[in-house]
C-alpha cells in the first residue's frame, strides 16, 4: 500500500527522554524520528475535592506512567503513605509496572489488556464489594474506570494528580512541521491528536492525514481519530510504543 522511499519521517507524540530504547529501535531500522508531544504535564496538588485521609486503600492503581511519577512527587502521597501500606497495587503495562518498581511500590496485579477494560476485567474476578480503591490520574480523565469500579461495589478516590495542558511550540517549529510534513503519524493519547490538530490549526483532519501513514496507540484514540474521519491503519493490541514501532517496520518490509 506504502511505497518504499529512503528518508522516512516519522513524527511521535512523545518527549524522546521518556522512550530512548524504543526511539533507538526505530532509528536503527533506518527512520528519522520527531519528537512532538502536544500536551504539558505539571503537578496538581490543588484539589477541588478533599481526600479522605483517615480511610486505609485496599488497591492502589496507576494507570500510566505519568500517574505513577506525579503521586510519587505529590505532597498527597506523603499523607497517605501509611494508608498504603497494605493495599494491592495494580498497574497498566510493563513500563508503568517498571516506573512503578524504581519508586518502591511493588506491583501485585497486571491486567491481561493495557486498557481501561483490561483493569476491569480483572476486578471482576475479585470481590471489591466495600473495598477502597485510589486512582492517581490526570485533570482530563473520565469517569468510566470510577464509575464501573463503583458500580461493582467499590469506594473509589479518583485523584486528578497532575495536570495536562496544551503544550507550546514557536512559530518556527510549528511552521517547521507544515513545511516538513512527515510521512508517518504515531498519536499516543486522544489528547496529543487534539492539541495537534490545534497546534497546526488543521481544518480538514481527514485531507490533511490522507496521504500518509496514521498510528495509535489504544482504543481511545483510535475511536477519537474515527471521529474525524481519519483512516488509522496501525493500532496494536499491546497499547505501547515498541508494538507501534514494530507495526510499522513490517509495513515497510523493512
Do not use: R, W
Not at 506525579?70 to 497495587?89: G, Q, R, T, V, W
Not at 511493588?106 to 489488556?113: H, Q
Not at 490522507?210 to 471521529?227: H, P, Q, R, W
Amino acid at each position: 500500500m506504502f511505497k518504499q522511499i529512503t528518508n522516512i519521517d516519522v513524527l511521535i507524540t512523545k518527549d524522546e527522554k521518556e522512550a530512548k530504547e524504543e526511539f533507538q529501535f526505530l532509528k536503527k531500522n533506518g527512520f528519522n524520528t520527531i519528537s512532538f508531544p502536544t500536551i504539558e504535564l505539571s503537578a496538581n496538588d490543588d484539589f477541588s475535592n478533599p481526600v479522605e485521609t483517615d480511610i486505609n486503600f485496599d488497591y492502589l492503581v496507576f494507570t500510566s506512567v505519568n500517574a505513577v511519577k506525579f503521586f510519587a512527587a505529590s505532597k498527597l502521597y506523603k499523607k497517605l503513605k501509611d494508608k498504603l501500606l497494605n493495599c494491592k497495587i495494580l498497574a497498566i503495562g510493563s513500563k508503568t509496572k517498571q516506573i512503578c518498581q524504581e519508586n518502591n511500590f511493588e506491583v501485585n496485579l497486571m491486567p491481561k489488556s493495557f486498557s481501561s477494560d483490561g483493569i476491569i476485567d480483572l476486578f471482576l474476578t475479585l470481590n471489591i464489594q466495600d473495598k477502597n480503591i485510589l486512582i492517581p490520574s490526570s485533570s482530563i480523565s473520565d469517569n468510566k474506570l470510577k464509575d464501573k469500579l463503583e458500580s461493582l461495589g467499590a469506594n473509589v478516590e479518583q485523584l486528578p494528580i497532575y495536570k495536562n495542558t496544551i503544550k507550546h511550540y514557536s512559530k518556527n517549529e510549528i511552521d517547521f512541521i507544515k513545511k516538513n510534513k512527515p510521512h508517518i503519524f504515531v498519536f499516543t493519547s486522544p489528547s496529543n491528536l487534539g492539541n495537534f490538530i490545534k497546534l497546526l490549526q488543521i481544518e480538514n483532519p481527514k485531507k490533511y492525514f490522507a496521504d500518509i501513514l496514521f498510528c495509535v496507540i489504544g482504543n481511545k484514540t483510535k475511536s477519537s481519530a474515527e471521529l474525524l474521519e481519519i483512516n488509522v491503519h496501525i493500532c496494536p493490541k499491546v497499547f505501547n510504543l515498541k508494538s507501534v514501532f514494530t507495526e510499522i517496520i513490517k509495513k515497510y518490509n523493512i
